[in-house]
């Protein structure tokens, strides 16, 4: 099948690369702050990253109920492996669990941050409108959230759209100052989301 506009002007490499790292810093993690068996959750996660990039070049199936819940369904587990992992520092700092020395509590916890980041960006570019397809195509009016590129008559290319780096960018930005920066939220689903990737931060 042909790729979309959508495809070739929002590099889905970029997105499998980020979620790929995700998967990583989840193995680096100390063994008590992994949900189940090390390698079986990140090995559940790899099939449905796998099945994602062998679907999404393809428009019709880019655009089906099945791929859509493939990709929540990674995006998902990945982040109830993270906020497992939050619970299990909480409880070792407050009641002096199992991490071994300062450097590991450190370590640890830049992990599950970063993890937030990435993890969240995919929410962000995967809802967004209906999708980064449906994006592409105009096929919502309404934006979930609101780029100052869309704002910014004569600055910018009149089509321009919202690609994984500028979901990102939100992400990194929205855990940094726990609030909106220069991206601001305009649906409900939108405004939770970000309230609940703050406080994971």
Known sequence: AESSPSYRSDPVWHVQVFVVL???LQLLLPEHLVAGPRYLLVFLELILLVLL???????PVFRSLLRRLNAVTLAGLVSLANIYSLVGVSQDLLAGGRIANG?????????IYATNIIIFALWYWELDRGGPLARGQGER???DFLFPQMQATGLVDPDWEPMFTDYLYLSFTNVTAFSPTDTLPLSRWAKLLMTMQSMVS
């Open 141 to 143: 009016a309404y934006p």
């Open 22 to 24: 995700a998967l990583v």
């Open 103 to 111: 450097q590991e509590l450190i370590l640890s916890a830049l992990n």
């Open 53 to 59: 990039m062998v679907t999404t070049p393809k428009e």
